[in-house]
């Protein structure tokens, strides 16, 4: 069973930037599966970050890009502000079937 | 902009089967070019990806519940919908259906819905 792997929490500081990562128990993460990034607030349905790897939705903010970083999906935030404290998963395509990370939870402190 | 919006019994019995429809507005299913898909949340985890259909008829789901899974689509009534069988208190949670361009993308939610089975 393909398991993906996300940080479960990470702390940022206003202000700050931070870079949550998405690892495939297949081996290295490449463009090929299509990293999807997701942002969950506490009592609302996900929303679209980036699909991908890199791509922004029309409604991403600037701050949040999307990368491959050693071996692996990442997301970074820059210019951390206090709304971006939310869960956030990673979605990789495996050639048909579509597999979530388990969550990082982002505090902003 | 696609907007979803599930509907369905918020309370199954177990050993039933769970049905949700997909009903889709501001786009055509028919269109094409759109993967249409069920996820689910257990209450407090992660998200875990149902499976997804075209307009076609294709499917794809998620190995670990294939054997319990159908989803149809209504193109008449730009719908989509899920059945899931022999539900088990496992299988209590927030239901999403969504939308994406191609299948490796998902970019629309709906709200979601909270299912629950119980006797």
């Known amino acids: 069973q393909t398991v993906v792997t996300q940080e479960p929490s990470l702390t940022v500081s206003p202000g700050g930037t931070v870079t949550l990562t998405c690892a495939s128990s297949t081996g290295a993460v490449t463009s090929g599966y299509y990293p999807n990034w997701f942002q969950q607030k506490p009592g609302q349905a996900p929303r679209a970050l980036i699909y991908?790897?890199?791509n922004k939705h029309s409604w991403t903010p600037a701050r949040f890009s999307g990368s491959l970083l050693g071996g692996k999906a990442a997301l970074t935030l820059s210019g951390v502000q206090p709304e971006d404290e939310a869960e956030y998963y990673c979605l990789l395509y495996y050639g048909g079937a579509l597999v979530f990370g388990g969550g990082t939870k982002l505090t902003v402190l | 902009q696609v907007q979803l919006q599930e509907s369905g019994p918020g309370l199954v019995k177990p050993s039933q089967t769970l049905s949700l429809t997909c009903t889709v507005s501001g786009g055509s299913i028919s269109s094409g070019g759109y993967y249409w898909s069920w996820i689910r949340q257990h209450p407090g985890k992660g998200l875990e990806w149902i499976g997804y259909?075209?307009?076609?008829?294709?499917?794809y789901y998620n190995p670990s519940l294939k054997s319990r899974v159908t989803i149809s689509v209504d193109t008449s009534k730009n719908q989509f919908s899920l059945k899931l069988s022999s539900v088990t208190a496992a299988d209590t949670a927030v239901y999403y259906c969504a939308s994406g361009v191609g299948a490796t993308t998902i970019d629309y939610w709906g709200q979601g819905t909270l299912v629950t089975v119980s006797s």
């Open positions: 259909i075209y307009y076609s008829g294709s499917t």
């Open positions: 991908s790897t890199s």
